[in-house]
Nanobody, 124 residues
Framework: VQLQASGGGLVQAGGSLRLSCAAS????????RGWFRQASGKSREFVAA????????YYADSVKGRFTISRDNAKNTVYLQMNSLKVEDTAVYYC??????????????????WGQGTQVTVSS
């Protein structure tokens, strides 16, 4: 059971990136999925989450209107489209999967599986 995040990189402020998180194992198509991030010297924070069907999405206030989470269950992959990036979006981004029902809380403790993280750096 693995989550593999990719798509990070260096981008100028105002630019865009799309992160991907591929999962191994069929069960992941029935799990809620989320993205978190951790900036240097700070604690991990919730970014966005999506239900197993894709019908419900949740976002942190700091990214609402700029980021979009989506999923393709046929590919067992979740995406995070990040537009209008800001310097303060710089962080390591982690994808995660939740087997329980409390995934909407945005608490990292409610997520059971984690990917390795991908670095996003936004320059001014």
């Amino acid at each position: 059971v693995q989550l593999q995040a990719s798509g990070g990189g260096l981008v100028q402020a105002g630019g865009s990136l799309r992160l991907s998180c591929a999962a191994s194992g069929r069960a992941f198509s029935s799990y809620a999925r989320g993205w978190f991030r951790q900036a240097s010297g700070k604690s991990r924070e919730f970014v966005a989450a999506i239900s197993w069907s894709g019908g419900s999405t949740y976002y942190a206030d700091s990214v609402k209107g700029r980021f979009t989470i989506s999923r393709d269950n046929a590919k067992n992959t979740v995406y995070l489209q990040m537009n209008s990036l800001k310097v303060e979006d710089t962080a390591v981004y982690y994808c995660a999967a939740a087997t329980g029902r409390a995934w909407t809380t945005g608490w990292a403790s409610e997520y059971d599986y984690w990917g390795q993280g991908t670095q996003v750096t936004v320059s001014s």
